[in-house]
């Protein structure tokens, strides 16, 4: 059974950074991962994704503040995230292929 779980989240003040990890388990491999959020109140949005271990696409939202990368030895994906802003406060949810997801991890920023 594939399963998606993420750690790295917490509570950072604006300007701090975070990574986040995502770690895919029961011997399955994904060409494309990716991450979403979804703040209190707004819809789920894609952050970014990554194909094939080295191709990277990223919201306009997070341009030059995150970094995906993929550790294929461990099958993980990780989510750098630098110079946090309060509206990058959300759930993260990793997501591999089209129908598995992590559970979610809490990212707050204070101003």
């Known amino acids: 059974q594939v399963q998606l779980v993420e750690s790295g989240g917490g509570l950072v003040q604006a300007g701090g950074s975070l990574t986040l990890s995502c770690t895919v388990s029961?011997?399955?491999?994904?060409?494309?991962m990716g991450w979403y959020r979804q703040a209190p109140g707004k819809q789920r949005e894609e952050v970014a994704h990554?194909?094939?271990?080295?191709?990277?696409v990223y919201a306009d939202s997070v341009v030059g503040r995150f970094t995906i990368s993929m550790d294929n030895a461990k099958n993980t994906v990780y989510l750098q995230m630098n110079n946090l802003k309060p509206e990058d406060t959300a759930v993260y949810y990793c997501?591999?292929?089209?129908?598995?997801w992590g559970q979610g991890t809490q990212v707050t920023v204070s101003s």
């Open positions: 997501q591999a292929g089209v129908r598995y």
């Open positions: 029961g011997g399955v491999r994904f060409n494309v």
């Open positions: 990554i194909i094939g271990g080295d191709s990277t």
